[in-house]
Structures are given as structure tokens and as C-alpha cells.
């Protein structure tokens, strides 16, 4: 059983940063690609960031692309989630995920386990 444990949320001023984590196991870490989604209130789950079994190529959702950079720490069996200049439009639940796929990463049907979430909220 693969478990995924995310940290590192909580509330910040707009234009703050943040850094999540997500820590897997139950897996060979390497062998996954991974991924972060977000849910707001009301609004369906979203795609915001994957990296690949490497760490090359990363993939970026429109509204984060150039704000916030994911990467991962094989050693660590963890991957992050560096938010910069953040909006308040970007406060959501952020979960991470594990996959076996390569392609399609934006896609959540691609994901086979959920870490429980990390609230991130940005006051205006």
C-alpha cells in the first residue's frame, strides 16, 4: 500500500511563499512520475504541477507557470512544491499524487494514490 503524506501548508499573505511536501511510501519512489492538484471551495479538482520518474520534464499549469517550481528529492522519496508570489485566487486544498504512467500527467484519472491534503491560504 502506497502512502502519501503532504505538509507544509497553512496561511500566508499574498505575494508570500510556501513550500510543500510529500513524502511517499509503500513504492520504489523512482519509478513514479508524481503530480499536485488543488480543489477550492466549490470548484473542481486542478492540475498544478508534475514531474517526471527524473525530475526532467516538469509540467505546469498555465496559472502557475513562472510562480511555482516542483521538484523532488529521490533520497528523500519526496517531492515539493515551491510557491512564490502567491495570489489569493491560489488558495485550495493541494493534494499530491503517485503514477506509474509517463504521459499525461495533467490528467487526474492518470493518478493512483492521494496524499489527504494541505490547506494553503492566501489573504488579500
Known amino acids: 500500500q502506497v502512502q502519501l503524506v503532504e505538509s507544509g501548508g497553512g496561511l500566508v499573505q499574498a505575494g508570500g511563499s510556501l513550500r510543500l511536501s510529500c513524502t511517499t511510501s509503500?513504492?520504489?519512489?523512482?519509478?513514479?512520475?508524481m503530480g499536485w492538484f488543488r480543489q477550492a471551495p466549490g470548484k473542481e479538482r486542478e492540475f498544478v504541477a508534475a514531474?517526471?520518474?527524473?525530475?526532467?520534464?516538469?509540467y505546469y499549469a498555465d496559472s502557475v507557470r513562472g510562480r511555482f517550481t516542483i521538484s523532488r528529492d529521490n533520497a528523500k522519496n519526496t517531492v515539493y512544491l515551491q510557491m512564490r508570489s502567491l495570489k489569493a485566487e491560489d488558495t485550495a486544498v493541494y493534494y499530491c499524487?503517485?503514477?506509474?504512467?509517463?504521459?499525461?500527467?495533467?490528467?487526474?484519472?492518470?493518478?493512483?494514490?492521494w496524499g489527504q491534503g494541505t490547506q494553503v491560504t492566501v489573504s488579500s
Open positions: 509503500g513504492r520504489t519512489f523512482t519509478t513514479y512520475a
Open positions: 499524487a503517485i503514477t506509474g504512467w509517463a504521459t499525461d500527467l495533467r490528467e487526474a484519472s492518470r493518478y493512483d494514490y
Open positions: 514531474i517526471s520518474r527524473s525530475g526532467v520534464p516538469t
